[in-house]
C-alpha cells in the first residue's frame, strides 16, 4: 500500500465493483482502502474491512459520488479516520449498504458533501467504541431514509446523528440546510444538531440561526439490510 491508500484515484468517472479491501494502515493513521482524488466515483458490491479508513477524499467541487450494495467493518482510528470520509463535493449517496463494528472513536459515515442521501442503510457500531453513527458536520441538504441505525453501549459520544455541528465556524457554512430524516433508531441518546436537540422516539421542529431543520423519527415495519442479506437485524 502506499502511504495515501491501497488505491489512490485521480482519473473521472471512476466505477469500482466487486472489490475487498483489508489491511489499510500508514503512519498517518488514515490509511484507506480508496483515496479518492479525481472526479466522480461509484463503488459497487465492494468489501472493505479492518484498517483505517474505507472511503477516503472527494474534496473538489462538483464531485458526485455514489457507494451501493457494499459492506464497511471494523474501520476507525483515533477519532479522525472514518469508514466513510468524505471531504466535500456536490453529493453523496449511500444505499443498501452495511456499515458496523465502527472503532476508535470512528464516524460511521461522515460526509460534508453539500448534498447526502442516505437510503436502505444499517449503521450500526455494535460493540465498537463509536463517536456519531452519521456526522454531516457541514449541513446542506441531507436525506437519511429507510435505514437502521444503531448505537452500541460502547459508543463515545452523546449522540447517533450529528448535522451542522461545525457550521460556527468561519468559512464552513453550506447554505440551504435542511435535514430529512425518516429511519429507525436503536439508541438512549438523542440526535443533536447545532444547538437543538430532535428526540430519538418523536417528531419534532427546531431552528439552526435562521434555517430550519425537519427530522422526523417513524418506525418501519421490516427490517433493512444491504443487498447481500448481512448486517445486524432487527428483532
Not at 460526509?111 to 437510503?119: G, V
Not at 425518516?182 to 441518546?189: A, G, P, V
Request: charged share 20%.
Amino acid at each position: 500500500m502506499q502511504r495515501k491508500g491501497i488505491w489512490n484515484l485521480v482519473g473521472k468517472n471512476t466505477t469500482i465493483e466487486n472489490i475487498e479491501f483489508s489491511g489499510m494502515y500508514n503512519a498517518s493513521r488514515n490509511g484507506s482502502g480508496i483515496r479518492h482524488q479525481g472526479m466522480h466515483l461509484t463503488v459497487r458490491n465492494s468489501y472493505f474491512h479492518d484498517g483505517e479508513e474505507g472511503i477516503l477524499g472527494g474534496y473538489k467541487a462538483g464531485n458526485v459520488i455514489l457507494v451501493e450494495d457494499s459492506l464497511f467493518e471494523r474501520l476507525g482510528a483515533i477519532g479522525q479516520s472514518h469508514p466513510i470520509y468524505i471531504h466535500g463535493g456536490k453529493s453523496m449517496t449511500l444505499r443498501r449498504t452495511g456499515i458496523r463494528g465502527c472503532i476508535d472513536q470512528a464516524n460511521c459515515f461522515k460526509s460534508r458533501a453539500q448534498q447526502n442521501t442516505l437510503t436502505c442503510n444499517v449503521i450500526a457500531s455494535m460493540d465498537g467504541n463509536s463517536s456519531w453513527e452519521v456526522d454531516i458536520p457541514y449541513g446542506g441538504r441531507a436525506t437519511i431514509r429507510n435505514n437502521v441505525i444503531q448505537q452500541g453501549a460502547r459508543s463515545v459520544n452523546y449522540g447517533i446523528i450529528g448535522f451542522a455541528m461545525e457550521t460556527h465556524k468561519p468559512g464552513q457554512k453550506t447554505p440551504n440546510r435542511r435535514l430529512i430524516s425518516k429511519t429507525t433508531l436503536s439508541s438512549t441518546t438523542t440526535i443533536k444538531g447545532g444547538s437543538s436537540y430532535i428526540g430519538s422516539t418523536r417528531t419534532r421542529r427546531s431552528m439552526f440561526g435562521a434555517t430550519s431543520l425537519s427530522a422526523r423519527d417513524d418506525s418501519i415495519t421490516e427490517p433493512v439490510t444491504n443487498s447481500s442479506g448481512t448486517g445486524p437485524q432487527r428483532n
